[in-house]
């Protein structure tokens, strides 16, 4: 349990900060100007894909988990696993009802 | 025997790791909660995409922008008021946890705005205008409200947190010793930036 102890103290500088920030507007910039473009359907796959990006950098870095045990990220694992069942079936149910 | 009551005294049973725990489980519900929203969303835009995208028109780019940018900045100052305890600079934390108050409040003020707008313009839930619309606007404009006002909802829950916090700090219940709290309503905010990221292109960004 002393292990714990030892992570508490992990520090992430202000700067690093700053530049995860940078990153998450300039995702921002990008998605906005895409969806300008007339890309048919590509359109939402490209944004959720920066969606999931930037989600990707503040769950590591604003909120840590980088720095969490691996219990931390079975947690989300399975999480986001439930998540895309319930979206996956209700897709498929709807696929068939239709 | 009065020397170890006095280490037990001083010695409070504190678990730091359990209570980041706890707030990641919650966190989990929270991800449920709003994905079964979002499902309906998925669901509701493939039946009718065309007219998802024409009420898209309606909302103001600019202001989910504005918005979005708010949200992500305080985050990121929300973020660093946890560095700043942890460096025992509690000034500065403190500051931090305004300067992210204070974008919670710019949030708020401009999705009033936008809303205010919507309902001037007779589109809001139940309306006479709205409910002579197709279908799928109907549905769009339904969503929109019951997720974005969920989302804002989690924004003043989040404002209440970060108040309780520096009434903590003043107290000395927060220090840089132990500010597992500020961790957990810091992850808490994170969590109304991270659904917002989702909530920006898909409500904003149809076109």
Sequence with gaps: MSDHQHEESHVIEYGNYIFIWLGLLAFTGITVTVSGINLGNWTIVIALFIACVKSWYVLNYFMHMKYEDIIFKVFIATALFTFFIFLGFTFWDYSFTR | MSATDHAAVHHVHRDDYGSRMGMWLFLFTELILFGGLFIIYAVYRFVHQQEFHLAAQELNTTIGLINTIALLTSSMTAAMSITAMQKGNVRFSKALIWVTIGFAFVFMVNKYFEWGAK???????????????????????????????????????????????????????????????????????????????????LFYLIH
Excluded: C
């Design chain 2, 119 to 201: 309902i001037s313009h007779g589109i809001y839930p139940g309306s006479k205008d709205l409910l002579a619309k197709p279908e799928g606007e109907i549905l769009y404009f339904g969503l929109y409200y019951v997720m974005t006002g969920l989302h804002t909802l989690h924004v003043i829950i989040g404002v209440i947190f970060f108040l309780f916090i520096l009434r903590q700090i003043k107290q000395g219940k927060i220090a840089s010793d132990r500010y597992v709290r500020l961790e957990n309503s810091a992850l808490y905010w994170h969590l109304v930036d991270l659904i917002w990221i989702f909530l920006f292109p």
